[in-house]
């Protein structure tokens, strides 16, 4: 199970932390990844922390944003800097083992003036 929380209304140009905590998996084993959705398009992949710590980051986030994990907590986290309102969307952790997967609920995050 994953438990997402975090987002929130910001404005243009502020900051989020969005978090994800796992129970039930063994999750030190686990890739991490932040996806997200926004209304009408579909669900992308934002960023992805490896189980040995590497990093991947979509285009469209490389600067801005940054993943981490905590293993001692179950935590994997997504710092989000210099927001843009092309970020709103609702954003999802996923968990990944070879082909076992699982998805946490969507946290929303709004990105306005």
């Known amino acids: 199970q994953l438990q997402a929380c975090g987002g929130g209304l910001v404005q243009p140009g502020g900051s989020l932390r969005l978090s994800c905590v796992a129970s039930?998996?063994?999750?030190?084993?686990?890739?991490m990844s932040w996806y997200r959705q926004a209304p009408g398009q579909q669900r992308e992949l934002v960023a992805t922390?490896?189980?040995?710590?590497?990093?991947n980051y979509a285009d469209s986030v490389k600067g801005r944003f940054t993943i981490s994990r905590d293993n001692a907590k179950n935590a994997v986290y997504l710092q989000m800097n210099s927001l843009k309102p092309e970020d709103t969307a609702s954003y999802y952790c996923?968990?990944?083992?070879?082909?076992?997967?699982?998805w946490g609920q969507g946290t929303q995050v709004t990105v306005s003036s």
């Open positions: 922390v490896f189980s040995g710590g590497n990093t």
């Open positions: 996923n968990a990944k083992f070879f082909k076992s997967s699982h």
């Open positions: 039930g998996i063994n999750f030190r084993f686990y890739g």
